[in-house]
Every structure is written in structure tokens, then in C-alpha cells.
């Protein structure tokens, strides 16, 4: 079973700066993509940003210049630095990753088997 454990988040002032991490658990064969999404009560999950196994990144344009997004493979960890956070960035922010798990107990039955998990949230407040 893979587990998405967030840390990081709170409150900040305009202008401020936040980080976000995600550590992958479990028995993770490779992370094929990671990222963060986040929601409001008004707006559906969106995509703030992802990055892929070859550590190419992507953006929403809100974020852009201000948000970068990185991955630690060896430990499986995804990171979000926030910088000049706006009040518009105030949401429930979610982890993602989506890649293989190892499956099976015996040389038999082991095989490769695709994952796709969410983390619990971690408020992120922006105040005026």
C-alpha cells in the first residue's frame, strides 16, 4: 500500500514564503510523476504543478515565477516552495504521485503493479 505523507503549510502573510513536502511510502518499485493540486470550497482540485522522472517540471500559470516544484528520488519526496504567496493561494493543498509498486510475496507471484495516490491535505492560508 503507498502512503503520501504532507508537511509543511500554515498561515503567512502577503508576499510571504511557504514549503510544502510529500514523502512517498511503501513498496514503490519507481515514481513515475509527482505533484501538487489544491482546492478551495469554491474551485474544484486544479494542478499547481508537477514534475516527472526526469525531473521535468510543469506549472499553472497562476503559480509560474513563483512556485517551484522538486523530487528527491532517493527518498522519495516532492517538494513545493512558495514564494510571494497571495491570498488567492489559500487552499487545501494535496500531493499526488502515480507509478509502480511491487507486488507478490514469492519470485512466483511478484509483478509490477501501477499506483495512483493522493495525500491527506495541509491547509495553506494566505492573509492581506
Known amino acids: 500500500q503507498v502512503q503520501l505523507v504532507e508537511s509543511g503549510g500554515g498561515l503567512v502573510q502577503a508576499g510571504g514564503s511557504l514549503a510544502l513536502s510529500c514523502a512517498v511510502s511503501?513498496?514503490?518499485?519507481?515514481?513515475?510523476?509527482m505533484g501538487w493540486y489544491r482546492q478551495t470550497p469554491d474551485v474544484q482540485r486544479e494542478l499547481v504543478a508537477t514534475i516527472n522522472e526526469g525531473d521535468s517540471a510543469s506549472y499553472a500559470d497562476s503559480v509560474k515565477g513563483r512556485f517551484t516544484i522538486s523530487r528527491d528520488s532517493a527518498t522519495k519526496t516532492v517538494y513545493l516552495q512558495m514564494n510571494n504567496l497571495r491570498p488567492g493561494d489559500t487552499a487545501v493543498y494535496y500531493c499526488h504521485a502515480a507509478g509502480s509498486v511491487l507486488a507478490g510475496t514469492t519470485p512466483l507471484t511478484m509483478r509490477l503493479e501501477d499506483f495512483d495516490s493522493w495525500g491527506q491535505g495541509t491547509q495553506v492560508t494566505v492573509s492581506s
Open positions: 511503501g513498496s514503490v518499485f519507481n515514481i513515475d510523476v
